[in-house]
C-alpha cells in the first residue's frame, strides 16, 4: 500500500525556518519524481518545488532562494527546507510523488495531474 505522510509543521514568526519531512511507504522512491505543493484557504493548490529523478529542481518565483528540496531515497524520505518565512507562506503543505515512465527520469513538474499519490498534508502558519 502506497503512502505518504508529511510531518514538520507548525506555527512559525516571521524569518523563521522550518524542516518539513514526507516519509514513503509501500514503494521505493528511487527513479520517482516528487513535489510540495501547498494551498492556501480559498485558494488554489499551487506547486512549490518538485525534484525528479535525477535530481534536478525547480522552484516557484515565490519561494525561490528560501526553499530547499531534497531527497533521501534510502530512508524514503523527502524533504522541504524553508527559510525566511513570511505570513503569505502560510498553507497546507503537501508532498506527492510521480511514478516512473519512459522518459520521466529527468522531468519534474507542478501539474497536479502528473503526481500519482499525495499526503494528506501538514498546517504550516507564519504569523507574529
Known amino acids: 500500500q502506497v503512502q505518504l505522510v508529511e510531518s514538520g509543521g507548525g506555527l512559525v514568526q516571521p524569518g523563521g525556518s522550518l524542516r518539513l519531512s514526507c516519509e514513503a511507504s509501500?514503494?521505493?522512491?528511487?527513479?520517482?519524481?516528487i513535489g510540495w505543493f501547498r494551498q492556501a484557504p480559498g485558494k488554489e493548490r499551487e506547486g512549490v518545488s518538485c525534484?525528479?529523478?535525477?535530481?534536478?529542481?525547480v522552484y516557484a518565483a515565490s519561494v525561490k532562494g528560501r526553499f530547499t528540496i531534497s531527497r533521501d531515497n534510502d530512508k524514503k524520505k523527502m524533504y522541504l527546507q524553508m527559510n525566511s518565512l513570511q505570513p503569505e507562506d502560510t498553507a497546507v503543505y503537501f508532498c506527492?510523488?510521480?511514478?516512473?515512465?519512459?522518459?520521466?527520469?529527468?522531468?519534474?513538474?507542478?501539474?497536479?495531474?502528473?503526481?500519482?499519490?499525495w499526503g494528506p498534508g501538514t498546517q504550516v502558519t507564519v504569523a507574529s
Open positions: 506527492a510523488t510521480d511514478k516512473p515512465y519512459a522518459g520521466s527520469y529527468y522531468y519534474c513538474s507542478f501539474a497536479l495531474n502528473d503526481y500519482d499519490d
Open positions: 509501500g514503494f521505493t522512491l528511487v527513479d520517482y519524481a
Open positions: 525534484m525528479s529523478a535525477s535530481g534536478g529542481t
